[in-house]
Nanobody, 115 residues
């Protein structure tokens, strides 16, 4: 059974940091590209960060130099380190495993940036 389980979200003050985790099981994790998406109510889900199976990364302009995506294939886990958080980073964060033709989504973890 395929599972992606996100954790690490919470309430943080502006300027703070959080580290999100996405634990994968049920598929060959090391072959899949892994992405983090963010969704705000009333808006489309947007791609925040991506990492290929080979470890190449890509980021949305809004998070470059603040967020870092990484993966540990031995632990079947992808991470999102988020620094210098702003209220605009508030939203549900979802990880996705992608290898054509398959897409696997987690249930999301909420991040709220507020003073």
């Amino acid at each position: 059974q395929v599972q992606l389980v996100e954790s690490g979200g919470g309430l943080v003050q502006p300027g703070g940091s959080l580290r999100l985790y996405c634990a994968a099981s049920g598929f060959r994790f090391n072959r899949y590209a892994m992405n983090w998406y963010r969704q705000v109510p009333g808006k489309q889900r947007e791609l925040v960060a991506a990492i290929t199976s080979g470890g190449s990364t890509n980021y949305a302009d809004s998070v470059k130099a603040r967020f870092t995506i990484s993966r540990d294939n031995a632990k079947n886990t992808v991470y999102l380190q988020m620094n210098s958080l702003t209220p605009e980073d508030t939203g549900g964060y979802y990880c996705k495993g992608f290898l054509l033709p398959f897409n696997y989504w987690g249930q999301g973890t909420q991040v709220t940036v507020s003073s």
